[in-house]
């Protein structure tokens, strides 16, 4: 064996060693990084070598073996440098979390609705009590979590910029989960290693019971209503940011068997790569249409931000929904978190047989961060501008209806869950308002007096990207109760309809259609 090879050999086995025991990677996790380079380099060299031979097969792959040796000692470095912890002295800390409450009292309409300014204060001054002389930025995001959590609303909260990697190449929850009456269940596994069987529940997280867990989960969370919290609190990136990407011992009542065992896992690179590039492409198309039977149509309407091809799309299934003779359309807005506004604006164009808004009225905050990106111009529609520090009212009136031949005049069925939020929840509230069809499903997680219309600023120091709220929006027919809206059918997925891979609200829904016919 050349010099050069074990050079190679022993840098890696040096790198392996620094990644295991500063506890920055598995072992599984580094012979995944092994996998992932050495097969497919084996793979084309093999190819290559089909057109080069010249040398022998072994002499010409123990080369390429010295090749792909360094490729890995790089990735392997890469790995130990984005796991590194970095840290912020406690006195920058402090001052971007001044700052923090300073420009979201300039920002937002009303910051201490639910909390009054002094109570949060002394919280404040608690935190920044607790702080050690160095601060980890994950620990320095948690803390803001903290912070913001007790404004209750959903618009205003930390962002993940500083810990993207950390969630990537840390111990993500290997599970999803689901609340079902304050019970914890597991309903899928992201884990290719320590799964646990669909439909067990979870009733302790590192020796922590259950409702102590849920308790401190939603201490990070910003929300407004319950079910908007379990939304929130159940994602894999929350949990791992409340373990610390650590990994977590869990107690399960295993289904079936009605076992009690405890497991201990871990997410790991591989987990974590595995979720993060389904939720880039598997995830659902934004807007969908099928025919579920000949008098039955079915739009998947998950999100407001494909401002390129709604118009479009309400065009050409509005026509077919025409074409067919389609007698029944559900209309599936189920985690549909938001976005513009105007796309829900432009469906009701389709399905609404009276002038409507999805807005009475909105208090807006004139602050100088807004007036400097030219946002405060948009809403004054030729008003002067008040000075910064003042609010004022905008009451849009109703959107007349257009000529439209396309317009949808069957029945009508909207499907919800505590993942319907901001804008989704807009539509959600205008439908209800305006009695347009048949709510089914679960309270939305948006609720209908609420702070809307998001800004995001970045604290000096630290750039951790923080969000929130410039205006208080008043929703059709809202009452400022912290609920969201409530269906006319409360429904939702049994553990056993987890298991079996069951639609329960849509199959209720088909049920009901079938009645009426």
């Not at 160095?134 to 609303?153: D, G, P, Q, Y």
């Amino acid at each position: 064996m050349k010099t050069k090879h074990l050079i190679t050999i022993i840098a890696n086995l040096v790198l392996i060693g620094l990644l295991i025991i500063s506890e920055r990677l598995q072992f599984k996790d580094v012979v995944f990084v092994y996998l992932i380079v050495l097969i497919p380099a084996f793979i084309l060299s093999s190819i290559e070598y089909l057109f080069r031979r010249k040398r022998r097969y072994v002499e010409f792959m123990i080369n390429k073996f010295y090749t792909n040796n360094i490729i890995t000692i790089f990735l392997l470095g890469v790995l130990l440098f984005l796991t590194q912890p970095k840290y912020i002295l406690k006195d920058t800390a402090v001052r971007d979390l001044n700052f923090m409450v300073k420009t979201l009292k300039n920002i937002h309409p009303d910051i201490y609705h639910v909390i009054s300014q002094d109570s949060f204060l002394l919280k404040l001054d608690r935190e920044i009590e607790t702080l050690p002389e160095r601060v980890t930025e994950l620990e320095f995001h948690k803390t803001c979590a903290r912070l913001t959590s007790h404004f209750r609303t959903g618009h205003t909260r930390p962002m993940e910029n500083l810990i993207s990697a950390k969630f990537i190449l840390g111990n993500g929850f290997p599970f999803e989960t689901t609340i079902i009456e304050n019970r914890l269940y597991v309903i899928n596994n992201l884990t290719l290693f320590s799964s646990i069987p669909i439909g067990s529940e979870i009733n302790e997280i590192n020796n922590k019971n259950i409702n102590k867990v849920i308790e401190e989960w939603s201490k990070l969370v910003s929300y407004e209503n319950e079910a908007f919290r379990n939304h929130l609190i159940t994602k894999p990136i929350n949990i791992g940011i409340w373990n610390d990407f650590k990994s977590y011992k869990i107690r399960y009542i295993e289904h079936n068997s009605g076992k009690t065992k405890e497991k201990v896992v871990n997410g790991g690179l591989a987990s974590n790569m595995y979720l993060f590039l389904k939720s880039k492409f598997q995830k659902p198309q934004e807007l969908i249409y099928r025919e579920l039977t000949p008098e039955i149509g079915y739009i998947g309407f998950f999100s407001c931000k494909d401002l390129k091809n709604y118009e479009k799309f309400y065009k050409s299934t509005f026509s077919t929904l025409k074409n067919n003779g389609i007698k029944h359309l559900i209309i599936d807005i189920r985690d549909n978190g938001g976005g513009h506004s105007i796309i829900g604006a432009e469906l009701m164009q389709y399905i609404f047989h009276q002038p409507h808004n999805d807005l009475d009225s909105a208090i807006v905050k004139v602050s100088n961060e807004l007036i400097a990106t030219g946002k405060v111009k948009d809403k004054l529609w030729g008003k002067k501008e008040p000075d910064p520090g003042e609010t004022f009212t905008r009451i849009p009136g109703l959107r007349q209806l257009k000529e439209n031949p396309l317009r949808y005049n069957g029945l009508t069925y909207l499907l919800t869950n505590n993942g319907t939020f901001s804008a989704g929840a807009g539509f959600a509230l205008a439908f209800s308002c305006y009695s347009e069809g048949t709510i089914i499903g679960e309270e939305t997680g948006g609720v209908t007096v609420s702070f809307g219309d998001i800004h995001v600023f970045k604290l000096p120091n630290t750039g951790l990207k923080i969000m929130t709220s410039w205006e208080q929006a008043f929703g059709s027919c809202g009452i400022d109760n912290q609920r969201g809206v409530i269906p006319d059918y409360i429904e939702k997925n049994s553990i056993e309809d987890y298991i079996n891979h069951k639609d329960k609200v849509l199959e209720f829904t088909l049920d009901l259609i079938n009645d009426k016919k």
